[in-house]
């Protein structure tokens, strides 16, 4: 499954917001369209995004060439499109690996794009087999029981996934017991996304309320908690979907591995620890209400952040698609 490419001139991607009842593809001529897609959590995921920006810069070029834009117009319209989520700093990096290459011109950037997209599918297989390798080490040769939090498969990426390509890996081998996906509140990516990419790879699954994970841990139902990171500072420090702070703290607890996966991309040297990690804050309508209904008295006020920071010390390890980084002691990326 390709969630994202370039197809004669604009960017195709599958609507993450349609599912599960709906697989329909979006395609994007106008950059602002992406800007609002990437918004509205059409497309996600942290490698997903990179390669979102990459080919998002090669639309603005597109574009430009189509009315005859100035060079600050196009300069304008990336800053745009850089800052989009600000959390995510795989989006801001599938820009940035743009930037030195747009003076040449639309064909090599495309180029470029098409680069970044082919080298992330590389790399979510390698991730995947680092992330199933650390798991056996860990756990021994059995059939495992693995909690996830929001999506992390090929829908938050071009192809296979992230933590999830962890769990493909790990059922291609036959050493899949069950997942266990909480649902992921307030958009339900769990419920929606990861339940559904498990369903059509036949792995077997229960979905879980997400204040259920911490008791799903403690009765002895988990033997792993595998998650992705839209950022990763140089101490370890992750920034996730939010929830994923809850689940790791309680899987400290009971002493159960707790993995983070993602492209070396996500990490972050630039910042030192989590502390500076911006925080992206969505609507209160996300909270106060569902499916377009309220929820929750007129002018209800919210606290909704779109993600947590978990400190390193509740992480086992970080996988990426070079190597398994294990934490403590003082490691830093």
């Known amino acids: 499954m390709r969630t994202i490419s370039w197809r004669e001139g604009k960017i195709t991607l599958l609507d993450q917001t349609a599912l599960p009842h709906t697989v329909q593809e979006l395609e994007i001529v106008d950059y602002r369209d992406l800007i609002n897609a990437i918004k509205r959590l059409a497309v996600r995921g942290a490698p997903a995004l990179g390669v979102a920006g990459a080919y998002g810069v090669a639309l603005i070029l597109h574009n430009a060439a189509k009315e005859n834009w100035s060079m600050e117009r196009i300069d304008s319209a990336i800053a745009e499109l850089r800052e989009a989520r600000p959390t995510a700093v795989n989006l801001a990096w599938g820009v940035d690996q743009m930037k030195s290459i747009v003076p040449q011109g639309f064909a090599k950037v495309l180029a470029r794009a098409e680069e970044i997209a082919s080298e992330d599918a590389i790399a979510n297989r ?3 087999k680092h992330g199933a390798d650390f798991l056996m080490n860990k756990c021994g040769e059995r059939k495992l029981r693995i909690l996830t939090h929001c999506n992390t498969g090929a829908l938050a990426t071009t192809e296979w996934g992230t933590a999830l390509g ?4 790990l059922a291609n081998r036959g050493y899949i017991e069950e997942v266990l996906a909480d649902e ?3 958009l339900l990516q769990g419920a929606r996304l990861t339940a559904w990419e498990l369903s059509e790879a036949k792995i077997p699954y229960r979905l879980l309320p997400d204040g259920a994970a911490a008791s799903a841990l403690f009765a002895g139902l988990v033997d792993a908690v595998v998650i992705v990171a839209d950022r990763i500072t140089r101490n370890g420090d992750t920034a996730n979907k939010i929830g994923s702070l809850g689940v ?3 899987a400290s607890q009971v002493k159960v591995p707790f993995l983070v996966v993602a492209p070396e991309s996500t990490i972050d040297r630039s910042l030192e620890t ?13 909270v106060t209400h569902f499916g377009g209904v309220s929820t929750a008295p007129v002018g209800t006020r919210t606290y ?3 993600f947590d920071v978990t400190p390193v010390r509740y992480i086992s390890a970080i996988v990426t698609e070079k190597r398994v ?8 990326l």
């Open 126 to 128: 390698a991730m995947g």
């Open 274 to 286: 989590g502390a500076e990690i911006e925080i992206e804050f969505r609507s209160d309508a996300e």
């Open 166 to 169: 962890v769990v493909r890996e």
């Open 304 to 306: 909704n952040p779109a």
């Open 325 to 332: 980084y294990e934490m403590g002691n003082g490691t830093t």
């Open 184 to 186: 992921t509140r307030p």
């Open 248 to 250: 790791a703290v309680a």
